[in-house]
């Protein structure tokens, strides 16, 4: 089982959880792109499955950068350590 995170735009995101991590997955009639992982995170105080994440397909990679460290605050699977 994969943790997915659908980073929606640069203040919005989605959780999911999904039996295989694709390079690209449809949701509310966005195309999304695997841009990290999918990845173990190292051990915290409870088991974690392997992260994926996601954005949509027509951003750039330095919109995603961008995203991703805007939304790192709220979204607890982006802060962890790997």
Not at 2 to 28: C, M, N, P, W
Request: a negative charge; hydrophobic letters at 35%; glycine letters at 4%.
């Amino acid at each position: 089982m994969y943790q997915v995170i659908l980073l929606k735009s640069e203040t919005g995101f989605a959780r999911q959880q999904r039996e295989t991590a694709d390079d690209l997955l449809d949701h509310e009639g966005v195309t999304y792109t695997l841009r990290a992982g999918p990845r173990q995170p190292l051990p915290t105080d409870h088991a974690w499955d392997e992260i994926a994440v996601y954005a949509p397909e027509e951003i750039t990679e330095e919109e995603f950068q961008d995203w991703y460290a805007r939304l790192q605050p709220q979204v607890e699977e982006l802060r962890l350590k790997y």
